[in-house]
């Protein structure tokens, strides 16, 4: 049965997240933190048995009627339970259906790439390589760390487990060591000008389903850009 996303209370939210070991950033008093934006309290529904929650925080952009959505290190959700489509899609469909019956077409979803062009392919990987086992193994406590869990929910649980510790006690080059190529292939794009534009056909797949639209690139130069916007034409 698909997901459905719905309201949420404040004291069903806290337990949830409470109860799920989630980021604080998803507790619903960081909306009083971030008085400047507004907020809502939602929560996915596997019939009627709340099996996740998320803390949106929306902000308008200047002098244009769109808004930012931002789920800060959210939604908590078993990510080992549901594919990411599971979970997002039925948040955007939900949205859409709010303002004036849009689809999920009307939505603009763009997911952070980094990108490392050269004829070297292990070496492009490998200068990736310390930023994810930052995030992978130090951004949060060992059971608190959202980018921890989604590497997990990808496949990669054995090496999530192992870049974490290895991080948390102080051995953060065995950390990045731990990263595996096939991880850095599979959310990056890396290596020849050749290579980046055959990998970039799967994303475009993808935004063909509209699972992404824009791509936010890190690391990019000149030449790296000029190659994903010739393989994007």
Partial sequence: MPLRVGAVSVADHLAFVTRSSGSFLQAPSWAGVKAEWGHERLGWYDGERLVGAGLVLLRQTPR??????????GPVIDWAAYDAADVTEPLLEGIARRADGRSLADFDVAPYVRICMGADLQACRDALKPELALYIGGMGARTKNFYNDFTKHLGYEGA??????????????????AVPDALVDETSLVGSPHRIKDRLQAWKAAAERNEIGSMLLSGVNVESLRVVAEAAA
């Fill in 64 to 73: 244009v009627k769109r808004y930012l959505a931002y789920l800060p290190e």
């Fill in 160 to 177: 999530a487990a192992k870049i974490q510790d290895a991080y948390l006690s102080g051995r953060r080059s065995e950390a990045i060591a």
